[in-house]
């Protein structure tokens, strides 16, 4: 029995696009053909496939202006940012660029007697599991890598961004590369379980929810089949006392707002040195106050409304209960506010730990600030989190940067910036954000699988 998945616009409510999901039969069948097409995939080198990958790339580079459309329309974010292939295009052709030495054999010894190396392998077929908020630059992550390693790809994009994967899979095969290479699939929750646990897939990436990383490694379990995860997170920045303080604000703000806030790794808690604390906050208000709400297809808007009226409704639902417990809201409700999907930006203060909002992830355009009497004071409340994606350190010090990172218990550590994916850097996670690496040398090594060769020469 098929059911159908419906992308509802941000926008105005309306529906965007519909498609039917495949039944079990036809998602095993999908799955059986990308695993009879990868033997052939694999075979070519890696060069060949890499250039293909490239070639996938710029062909979605030429769809680009209809893609920014469609993205606001989709997810609501505004047409003045341009969409997000510049950033899809500078990790696909790094991991393109990294893949023939980061894939080479590991020689390990050559002599009269021996020759021993370790050949890196691909898994077979990858499925993909995807997220609505960047949903071209988190796929790109592991397609580009995966198809590049020599694996077949299983496309499976979320619901609100429903076209995203369907366009990106026209794109690649426009370029060369074959349809039981890279498909896209929609699937709803019970197929894709059901995928995983008949062994039907070799690999799985997922990007989403803790509850949805859950569920996969749930189905997965007793299969032995490598899942990995890029879940929740409630990043933190701190502004050292000898921070620059301009600086600081526009960066920790533009992470805290950008996009809604509904970045994996946007700024949701800020802790400021006391010394800084009351001029950071007031500049902080002013930065979001300066802030234009409204329709995404507007040029002049600057954030949009969030993807879902559901996401709002968790935000508003976290301010109105910090309020509540003593916090200070500071500012006044946007006109463009409609109660649904567009949401006024928020900066609260009289924030604790004890509150939703310094705790839960958010996923929203609201941020709670901190004063803090030092450095100790700031690493144990950046740890007091279940979650660990990135932090944000602003100081004028690398030295004591590099320390308090080593200190804080995260995937990664940004010094005088945040909210941005180097591809050279491994991006992974720890506690209830999942494990993984993405990007990076590790990022194309981890979708493949080692295998040792001893090869004994004649006596």
Known sequence: MTTKLTCVSPIDGSVL??????????ARDAAARARTAQTEWAARSIAERAALVRAGIEAVGEMNDEIVEELARMMGRPVRYGGEFGGFRERGSHMADIAEAALADIEVGDDDTSRRYIRRLPW?????????????????NTVAPALIAGNTVLLKHATQTLLVGERMARAFHSA????????????DHDTTSALISARAVDFVNFTGSVGGGQAMEKAAAGTFTPVSTELGGKDPGYVRKDADLDAAVDGLMDGAMFNA???CCGIERIYVHESLYDA????????AKALKLGDPLDPETTIGPMANVRFARTVREQ???AVAEGATAHLETSPADDGGAYLTPQVLTGVTHDMDVMREESFGPVVGIMPVKDDDEAVRLMNDSRFGLTASIWTRDLDRAAELGDRIETGTVFMNRA???DPALCWTGCKDTGRGAGLSILGIQALTRPKSYHLKKSS
Not at 124 to 134: K, R
Not at 176 to 187: A, K, L, R, W, Y
Not at 280 to 287: D, Q, S
């Open 17 to 26: 696009a519909e498609r039917e999901t495949l039944s079990p039969e036809a």
């Open 124 to 140: 077979g077929v990858v499925l993909v599991v995807a997220p609505w908020n960047y949903p071209w630059m988190t796929a790109i």
């Open 176 to 187: 060369g590369i074959p349809e039981d290479v890279f498909q896209n699939v929609f699937m």
């Open 261 to 263: 806030g509904q970045c």
């Open 280 to 287: 950071f906050v007031e500049k902080a208000v002013t930065w």
């Open 319 to 321: 301010i109105d209960k």
């Open 419 to 421: 909210d941005y994916l």
